[in-house]
């Protein structure tokens, strides 16, 4: 089954740091760039890191330094590390191909709130 879970998401206050874990299916793993996206309230979903399967890593301008994504190529595993998290940061995050993006799992909220 072609699928993706997302996982981790919580309140926490402003610079505090939060873990997301993303378990997608081989068919969608496997050799692919993977990315963390998210989507705040009202706004479109956008891109915030993508790594590709050689863990080469790229960045949004808006959570460069602060976050840090990685992958497990056995487990099917890919991770997104916050810190110093900003209320900006407040959005529900979701896991995804880069190319050929799959059906979207149903996220994890993030919410940064004091």
């Known amino acids: 089954q072609v699928q993706l879970v997302e996982s981790g998401g919580g309140l926490v206050q402003p610079g505090g740091s939060l873990t997301l874990s993303c378990t997608a299916s081989?068919?969608?793993?496997?050799?692919?760039?993977m990315g963390w996206y998210r989507q705040a309230p009202g706004k479109q979903r956008e891109l915030v890191a993508h790594?590709?399967?050689?863990?080469?890593?790229h960045y949004e301008d808006s959570v460069k330094g602060r976050f840090t994504i990685s992958r497990d190529n056995v487990k099917n595993m890919v991770y997104l590390e916050m810190n110093s998290l900003k209320p900006e940061d407040t959005a529900v995050y979701y896991c995804?191909?880069?190319?050929?993006?799959?059906?979207w799992g149903q996220g994890t909220q993030v919410t940064v709130s004091s």
């Open positions: 995804n191909r880069l190319i050929g993006v799959a059906s």
């Open positions: 790594i590709t399967s050689g863990q080469y890593t």
């Open positions: 081989e068919s969608i793993f496997r050799g692919k760039v």
